[in-house]
C-alpha cells in the first residue's frame, strides 16, 4: 500500500516528514500531511512484516504502549459505561481483556475482539468470550470501545467502516490514543534533537499514522461519528512520570522529566496541544467527507 493521501483527513497534500524508522533492514518514512499535520508511514507495513512486528514480544514489552497497563488507562471509559444503561461493551484491540474482565463484573454483556486472542485466554475461564477480527459476530454494541488500536491500523479507509458496522444505530464509539503528531513543546525538541543524530531510528513501525488533534477529529468525522466529547492531554510517556533520587545520576532521563513538566504546564495554556485524546461519539447517517 502506497498511497499518498492523509489516511487520517483525507487531503492529498503531503510531502516527506522528519521521522524515518528501521526495522528488519526496511526503512519506513513517513509523510507529513499539509491539511491536518498528521504523519503517516509510507509505504505501510505488508502482512509479513506486521507479523513480524506484533510476534509474542510486543505485548511483553512495556515501552510500546504509552500507558500504564493496569486499569488506571480506563478510568473515563468505567466512568462513562458507569452512567449508562447496561447492555453490549464491544472491546476492539482488548489485549489481556482486564478491562472486560471489570465491566463483567459490573453487569455488563461483554465481547472482547483481538489480532491475538492468546493475549486474554484467561478470560474464557469466566466465560468472556474473545474472537478474532476476522470472525463473524451478529452481536452488535451499545458501547464500542478502542483504546490505543486506531494508530496501528494501516488501511484505515476500510478498516474503521468494517469496525463501526460492529455498532449499534444509537450506540456509543469510545476511542482514545497517542496525539504524536500535536507541536508541544516536548514533540519539537525531540524532532529538533533528531537533526543531530546520525543513525536512522531501529524500531518496528508501530503506529503508523502519528495524529494531531485537527487529523484525528477529522477521522471521526469523515466516518460519521457526531463528537459529543473530545479532550487531549499531556502525559509524561515517553519521558518517567516521577523520578527517584537514584534517578539524577542520569543525565538524559533527568532533562526528558524536565522538559515534559515544562511542556505539560505550556499545554494547559495552549489547549489542543496535547498528546492524548479521549473521544465519545455517535453514529450519523452518512459520512461528511474530506477535511476541507
Not at 30 to 53: N, V
Not at 97 to 117: C, E, P, Q, R, Y
Amino acid at each position: 500500500m502506497n498511497r499518498l493521501e492523509c489516511p487520517l483527513c483525507g487531503g492529498g497534500e503531503t510531502k516527506d516528514s522528519w521521522l524515518e524508522l528501521e526495522f528488519r533492514e526496511t526503512v519506513f518514512k513517513y509523510r507529513e500531511c499539509g491539511g491536518c499535520g498528521s504523519l503517516f508511514c509510507c509505504p505501510m507495513p505488508d502482512l509479513e512484516m506486521l507479523g513480524h512486528m506484533y510476534d509474542s514480544s510486543y505485548m511483553e514489552d512495556p515501552e510500546t504502549h504509552g500507558e500504564d497497563a493496569s486499569l488506571a488507562k480506563f478510568v473515563e471509559v468505567l466512568d462513562f459505561a458507569s452512567r449508562q444503561r447496561k447492555g453490549v461493551f464491544i472491546d476492539y484491540g482488548c489485549g489481556d481483556g482486564k478491562l472486560l474482565a471489570k465491566l463483567h463484573t459490573l453487569g455488563w454483556d461483554v465481547l472482547g475482539i483481538d489480532f491475538n486472542t492468546d493475549y486474554a485466554s484467561s478470560l474464557s475461564d469466566k466465560g468472556i468470550k474473545v474472537i478474532g477480527p476476522d470472525e463473524p459476530t451478529n452481536i452488535r454494541a451499545d458501547i464500542l470501545h478502542l483504546g490505543d488500536v486506531l494508530e496501528h491500523l494501516i488501511d484505515l479507509e476500510t478498516e474503521l467502516p468494517k469496525i463501526l458496522d460492529l455498532l449499534k444505530t444509537d450506540g456509543y464509539f469510545v476511542a482514545h490514543g497517542p496525539l504524536e503528531g500535536n507541536h508541544n513543546l516536548f514533540y519539537e525538541a525531540m524532532r529538533f534533537g533528531k537533526r543531530f543524530k546520525k543513525n536512522r531510528t531501529r524500531m518496528p513501525p508501530h503506529h503508523v499514522t502519528l495524529s494531531t488533534t485537527r487529523g484525528q477529529k477529522a477521522l471521526f468525522c469523515r466516518n460519521g461519528l457526531r463528537e459529543i466529547t473530545f479532550h487531549a492531554t499531556e502525559i509524561a510517556f515517553p519521558a518517567s512520570p516521577n523520578l527517584s533520587p537514584n534517578d539524577f545520576r542520569h543525565l538524559r532521563k533527568t532533562l526528558l522529566f524536565f522538559l515534559r513538566k515544562v511542556s505539560q504546564a505550556a499545554t494547559k495554556i495552549r489547549l489542543g496541544a496535547g498528546n492524548r485524546y479521549f473521544f465519545i461519539g455517535r453514529k450519523t447517517d452518512s459520512p461528511l467527507g474530506k477535511l476541507s
